[in-house]
């Protein structure tokens, strides 16, 4: 007796498990079918070219509505460093700041009308473009460089740069290398999963001489590294080596060697091209509202200037962007102010030369279109 | 740590009348040279090969404590611990974020204390040999140094006072689990969870999705002991439905324990943080990152859960199973009341290996940007008052002494219980 109704429940968990697998597959074949058509697709054009729309399509996680979903959220997701002092780090009382958090705070303003409606999460070199063709997060604001291959290949779509930095060199002061060129059969540290990576190679390559890569996970081991003399040069971005500088015990040197462009600025999935134009236009603000002379104190004194181009600035009416509201750009300002505001309160205490980092207008590289 | 070599002994046996007062794998004691002189002729300066061995590990050993002392002392600059961001090494940077009031918190940790205590006093035996002085103070002493190692780096007196008064919490919960009446006792399992789940409740203020604002220590216990007590019936079950002789459950069971093990636990964390996502439409409301954790955890440590209990199964004798059902009983009460308390019996020390190890293995987590005791030196060490620094052997040195504090308490209550309940004497 008892047999058979054990028997018989296990015919009972037997249905029911039977029942699960197979709405499982239901579902699962209900969403895939529109990828599953394109994915092969994308397959077959695998052969000729790399790199089209159809062979990222299956890459990333369908974009969607970004805008809606966010608004509907209440909170914008938004990928950062966490861990790089001047661009994304948390302060003593768990506050993000930096560079790279103002402009995912513009993003919220502009959209949320509250700069502090963001979720941060942290991610390492490694994941950061998974989270984000994944959907985990709605957009990557983690000094991450604008290249060709993250552009095309990665399904990324990359806005417009907000800091142009270059790899450059840190050696100690007293190791004597006036350049890169003197360095032959050192020991360089270099962290995994960057751009640098492949640009040291080149540039080491193209002087004709040799090197020997200590690969590190993150800046605190650098730290020790050096000290402990494990590495004769540090290459990253040279605002990575300023701060390192700044804050570094012993006595080192940046050489004046430039071994990369490195664009830094924010990227979206490919396929929401109104999210995208939302996080560019945050961008062109921020540079427009500099040349302007608008500040985050002062924004409201011009929201009815008589200057035709302000006044369409701050009140856009007719460009058709998918901001919620025509004061998009006030609402940025007197978040976050405009560029050199954004820059003197996160990069200046660093001690990093601007650079190209400025208005085209001083003699940098940063240019706003008009809204028009 | 030095008596450790002679603790086994005593805990085995010494006094209990039940059984024999030594082990079989018991040293015979050696030397019995009379006072402190002779026992140390015996032992260290027996002969010239004896006497230069331990001059010269006694100089090595010198020199080690030496320079640990000149260390902790002297040279560490430990304000890169009690200097601001003790707080984030203990909840997490967002923890601030969930509204969490301290007093709340706490009430959830002596909640769980006093669940901790009960289970230990249900525990207790009149049988179970009592501990000798020197295994106590070795189970006390070591996790005491650590304690007081991270309440050293305390401003307030407060935290100290807190804790003190959860290992009363323990005692108390030590006496009344000891004290039940049959009845209760019966029913103890039940108060337990109840407790567990009011802790629980307590630390995240009764709204779970809380957890994922949670970091430092507070996430790495949370997901340790979530991972713990999740994974256990999962491998218990999964272990009884590897030995099934129903025709589906077996491959089902060998399938997910052989697939599971073969993958890095990294490579499942991974998946279940980002790739989840490609699988469910972008604006599906999956839960949070921390219980995609949790999930992944649980299935990872359930299939090598599985595998110890079944060595545990395949150690209980058959006679036993044919006993039981010689006196009629269902296979689910042969199950259930003869064969999973011996297997499980057996299987202690493997799985305790298996939860220390999970312990360690949620450091892991800093892979996918969440910040357990681990992952928060980075974010503490990226502050700009300890950036650059050089503050790194400080900062692991206190997260590794709290995992060692950790690991060993759990270590030497498993020994404990492994004498309570007789594994390897019977």
């Known amino acids: 007796m008892r047999k058979h109704w054990t028997l018989r429940l296990l015919a009972v968990l037997f249905s029911i498990a039977l029942l699960a697998t197979a709405c499982g597959d239901d579902d699962s074949s209900d969403d895939a079918t529109p990828d599953d058509t394109t994915g092969t697709g ?142 032959d059969g050192t020991i360089i540290c270099v962290q995994t999963g960057t751009t640098t990576e492949i640009n040291l190679e080149i540039y080491f390559d193209n002087l004709g001489i040799s090197y020997e890569p200590l690969n590190v996970a993150d800046e605190a081991a650098v730290t020790s590294n050096f000290s402990s003399g494990a590495c004769d040069g540090y290459v990253t971005d040279k605002s990575g080596l300023a701060s390192f500088k700044a804050t570094y015990d012993g006595d080192v040197t940046i050489l004046d060697d430039t071994m990369s462009k490195e664009p830094l600025g924010p990227a979206t999935r490919e ?29 409201q004194d011009f929201v009815d200037s008589d200057n035709g181009a302000i006044a369409k600035f701050l009140n856009d009416e007719e460009s058709g962007l998918a901001f919620p509201t025509t004061d998009w750009a006030v609402r940025i300002i007197e978040a976050v102010g405009n560029y050199q505001e954004i820059y003197d309160r996160n990069i200046g205490p660093l001690g990093i030369p601007e650079g190209v980092n400025q208005l085209y207008t001083t003699g940098g590289i940063l240019y706003g279109p008009p809204v028009n | 740590m030095a008596q450790d070599g002679q603790t086994p002994p005593g805990l085995y046996g010494g006094g209990g009348h039940m059984h024999t007062p030594i ?9 019995a040279g009379t006072g402190v002189r002779g026992v140390l002729r015996d032992n260290l300066f027996k002969d010239t090969k004896n006497s230069i061995l331990t001059v010269l590990f006694g100089a090595v050993i010198l020199f080690v404590l ?4 000149n260390y902790v002392f002297i040279t560490a600059r430990w304000e890169v611990i009690y200097n601001g961001p003790l707080e984030f090494y203990m909840v997490g940077k967002d ?14 940790i002596y909640t769980a204390v006093l669940a901790m205590g009960i289970g230990t006093g249900l525990g207790y035996n009149e049988e179970s040999p009592p501990m000798r002085l020197g295994a106590r103070l070795a189970m006390i002493g070591g ?45 103890s399992g039940w108060i337990l969870l109840a407790l567990t789940f009011l802790a629980f409740g307590l630390i995240t203020n009764f709204t779970p999705s809380n957890i994922d604002e949670f970091g430092g220590l507070l996430l790495t216990i949370v997901v340790a002991f979530a991972g713990v007590s999740l994974s256990f019936p999962v491998g218990v079950i999964m272990a009884l439905a590897r030995r099934s002789t129903f025709p589906l459950i077996r491959p089902l069971a060998v399938g997910y324990i052989e697939l599971i093990r073969g993958v890095p636990l990294i490579s499942l964390l991974f998946m279940g943080q980002f790739a989840i996502r490609f699988l469910f439409p972008p604006d599906a409301n999956i839960p949070g990152p921390i219980f995609r954790a949790i999930i992944m955890i649980t299935l990872f440590s359930g299939a090598y859960v599985a595998e110890v209990v079944r060595g545990g199964l395949q150690s209980v004798p058959a006679g036993q199973i044919e006993a039981g059902k010689a006196l009629g009983l269902s296979p689910f009460t042969i199950t259930r009341q003869i064969v999973l308390p011996q297997a499980l019996r057996n299987s202690i020390p493997a799985l305790i290996g298996q939860f220390i190890s999970l312990l360690k293995d949620v450091s892991l987590l800093v892979i996918i940007g969440l910040q357990e005791l681990l992952g928060i030196v980075d974010v503490v060490l990226a502050r700009p008052e300890f950036v650059n620094q050089g503050y790194v052997p400080e900062a692991y040195a206190f997260v590794g002494t709290i995992y060692w504090t950790l690991c060993f308490s759990m270590s030497r209550a498993a020994q404990r219980l492994e004498t309570r309940l007789g594994v390897g004497t019977r």
């Open chain 2, 95 to 108: 923890f601030r974020r969930t509204g969490i009031s301290y007093e709340m918190l706490w009430a959830g």
């Open chain 1, 42 to 183: 994308g397959d077959s054009d695998d052969d000729d070219t790399g790199g089209d729309d159809d062979d990222t399509v299956d890459l990333v996680q369908d974009a969607g509505d970004t805008i809606q979903t966010i608004i509907d959220r209440g909170v914008l997701k938004c990928g950062v460093n966490g861990q790089l002092l001047g661009f994304s780090n948390v302060d003593a009382d768990g506050n993000y700041t930096g560079l790279d958090v103002d402009y995912c705070r513009a993003v919220a303003a502009a959209l949320l009308d509250d700069p502090d409606a963001v979720e941060y999460t942290d991610l390492t070199a490694e994941t950061r473009f998974t989270a984000l063709q994944s959907g985990d997060i709605d957009v990557l604001i983690r000094n991450g460089t604008w290249t060709s291959s993250r552009d095309g290949a990665l399904g990324l779509q990359w806005a417009a740069t907000t800091f142009y930095d270059g790899a450059g060199m840190l050696v100690n002061s007293d190791s004597g290398f006036g350049s890169v060129a003197d360095m």
């Open chain 2, 66 to 69: 030496i320079k640990t002392f």
């Open chain 2, 143 to 187: 996790p005491l140094v650590g304690i007081v190692f991270i309440l050293s780096m305390t401003r307030t007196i407060t935290p100290t006072l807190l804790t003190a008064g959860a290992g009363g919490v323990l005692w108390v919960g030590g006496q009344l689990g000891r004290r039940m009446p049959p009845v209760v006792r019966r029913r």
């Open chain 2, 23 to 31: 082990a079989a794998d018991a040293p015979p004691r050696r030397g």
């Open chain 1, 271 to 299: 396929g929401d091209d109104d999210f995208f134009d939302v996080v560019q236009w945050t961008v062109f603000a921020t540079f427009n509202a500099e040349e302007f002379g608008i500040d985050s104190t002062n924004v």
